[in-house]
């Protein structure tokens, strides 16, 4: 899993919504898969933060991210601070560590 964020702003004027395609490559350029987002600008003449997740393809090697116009007419939009991570995955080790103690505080509350 990923996560996509960013910032946008819009004059007044801009009445569209945004597609943000996220494509799927292999490692010869390929596309495997791709998701569609879809999102309203937001609020007009401010700085709005958005976050989306995704999902990739397992045997992809690299991402391709298109953001385009659906149907606005007038005015601009602005972008900023986009971002493209990896969600963490704990360690195999730190995930068990978790789960016993989880199981720890479980028995100590039915001891009570």
Same mark, same amino acid.
């Given at each position: 899993? !990923?996560?996509?964020?960013?910032?946008?702003? @819009?004059? *007044? /004027?801009?009445? /569209?919504?945004?597609?943000?395609?996220?494509? @799927?490559?292999?490692? *010869?350029?390929?596309?495997?898969?791709?998701?569609?987002?879809? @999102?309203?600008?937001?609020?007009?003449?401010?700085?709005?933060?958005?976050?989306? /997740?995704?999902?990739?393809?397992?045997?992809?090697?690299?991402?391709?991210?298109?953001?385009?116009?659906? *149907?606005?007419?007038?005015?601009?939009? !602005?972008?900023?601070?986009?971002?493209?991570?990896?969600?963490?995955?704990?360690?195999?080790?730190?995930?068990?560590?978790? *789960?016993?103690? /989880?199981?720890?505080?479980?028995?100590?509350?039915?001891?009570?």
């Amino acid at each position: 899993p !990923y996560t996509l964020s960013f910032y946008s702003l @819009w004059d *007044g /004027g801009y009445n /569209g919504t945004m597609d943000i395609q996220v494509r @799927w490559l292999d490692a *010869g350029g390929a596309q495997l898969a791709s998701n569609m987002l879809a @999102w309203s600008a937001g609020t007009a003449d401010a700085w709005n933060n958005w976050t989306f /997740g995704v999902t990739s393809v397992t045997a992809s090697a690299r991402a391709e991210i298109n953001f385009s116009n659906s *149907g606005g007419s007038s005015g601009a939009l !602005y972008l900023d601070d986009v971002s493209f991570t990896a969600a963490a995955i704990p360690e195999p080790g730190t995930a068990a560590l978790i *789960g016993v103690f /989880g199981l720890g505080l479980i028995a100590l509350r039915r001891r009570r």
